[in-house]
């Protein structure tokens, strides 16, 4: 489906009040922009239209959320659908995922999210996959050292695609099925848009949950404390 332009979506997002348009500036001290700034920090990559953010920042109002979209026009469909919940834990930045390191701190999220993203199925492409090691690497410099990654997936050929890159890069895979509406993980599953979509036609639907692995600085830390219980 080609999308449709919306010439009012660039000035309607800067003037939004859920939409950080100046990320950079922020760098090192997003939890400062919450009223409870303690909590996690949860960032969708490529939010879309925004219903999995809405419902999530509903549900767990202990956490903090940001949703980043490169696409001005279904990010502006997310950021209106945040002002509807009237929450506070909710923000979002318009911007393309491959500058991640210009607005996070290493360290700074609790969790990333891959919804759906592009599967780029063209083996030339593979590069482009945001599961490819090149990104990999980025989340884990910016993940906390409890950190975590999620990724939903519809294409079977990206899923395995990321399970051996996950593999490569040393990520440790914390829970996994390939028919995610009929595992017991789908308690506390929240749909998106095009998972309701995919689910629809009877689509199994891919689930991991990957942590990676830990710097040297950070198993040190670990170290010292276990030695000075």
Do not use: C
Not at 53 to 70: C, F, R, V, Y
Not at 139 to 156: M, V
């Amino acid at each position: 489906m080609r999308l449709r332009r919306n010439p009012n979506a660039i000035p309607r997002l800067q003037e939004h009040p859920l939409v950080i348009n100046d990320p950079h500036q922020v760098k090192g001290s997003w939890k400062s922009l919450y009223a409870k700034p303690n909590q996690p920090l949860y960032v969708e990559l490529g939010t879309g239209k925004g219903q999995f953010l809405a419902k999530a920042s509903t549900q767990h109002p202990d956490h903090n959320w940001i949703g980043i979209e490169k696409i001005q026009e279904p990010l502006l469909q997310a950021a209106e659908k945040g002002t509807a919940t009237e929450n506070t834990n909710l923000r979002y930045i318009w911007m393309d995922i491959q500058k991640l390191r210009d607005v996070f701190a290493p360290g700074e999220v609790d969790r990333f999210y891959l919804h759906f993203s592009d599967p780029w199925p063209k083996a030339r492409h593979y590069k482009r996959r945001l599961t490819y090691r090149d990104f990999l690497a980025i989340y884990a410099e910016l993940l906390a050292p409890d950190g975590d990654l999620i990724l939903k997936t519809d294409s079977l050929s990206l899923f395995d695609f990321s399970l051996e890159e996950f593999h490569e890069m040393g990520w440790t895979l914390q829970d996994l099925t390939r028919n995610l509406h009929e595992s017991p993980w789908n308690k506390w599953n929240i749909q998106t848009e095009y998972e309701q979509k995919f689910a629809g036609r009877g689509m199994p639907i891919h689930f991991v949950r990957a942590t990676p692995p830990k710097s040297t600085d950070s198993m040190e830390v670990e170290e010292v404390e276990k030695e000075n219980e």
